[in-house]
C-alpha cells in the first residue's frame, strides 16, 4: 500500500498564502492521480484540485486562479500552493492518491492521508 503524509497547514490571516505537501511512502504500488481535498466542520468533503501522473490539472470552480496544484513524481509529491487564502477556506485538507498494484494496473484503490488543518482568520 501506499501511505500520505500532509504537512503545510497552520493559521495564516486572510489574504495570505500556503503552502501543503502530500509524500506518499515508497511503494511497488504505482500512484496515478493525487488530489487535494477539504472538509470544513459541519461539511462535506469537497474536491480542491486534482493532478493526473501526466500532470493534468483539474480546480473546483471557487479556487481557480487562487490555488496552484503540482506534482514532484520523482519525490512522489503533490503541492497545494494557496494563495488570497479566504475565511471560507477554512477546513481540514486531505491528500488523495489512486493506486494500482503491479500486478494488474487496471485496479485502482484509494488511499488518504490524514489531514491538515488550515485555518484563515485574523
Known amino acids: 500500500q501506499v501511505h500520505l503524509v500532509e504537512s503545510g497547514g497552520g493559521l495564516v490571516q486572510p489574504g495570505g498564502s500556503l503552502r501543503l505537501s502530500c509524500a506518499a511512502s515508497e511503494s511497488i504500488f504505482s500512484i496515478n492521480a493525487m488530489d487535494w481535498y477539504r472538509q470544513a466542520p459541519g461539511k462535506q468533503r469537497e474536491l480542491v484540485a486534482g493532478?493526473?501522473?501526466?500532470?493534468?490539472?483539474n480546480y473546483a470552480d471557487s479556487e481557480k486562479g487562487r490555488f496552484t496544484i503540482s506534482r514532484d513524481n520523482a519525490k512522489n509529491t503533490v503541492y497545494l500552493q494557496m494563495n488570497s487564502l479566504k475565511p471560507e477556506d477554512t477546513a481540514v485538507y486531505y491528500c488523495h492518491a489512486r493506486i494500482s498494484p503491479p500486478w494488474d494496473t487496471s485496479r485502482e484503490f484509494d488511499t488518504w492521508g490524514q489531514g491538515t488543518q488550515v485555518t484563515v482568520s485574523s
Open positions: 493532478i493526473t501522473s501526466g500532470g493534468s490539472t
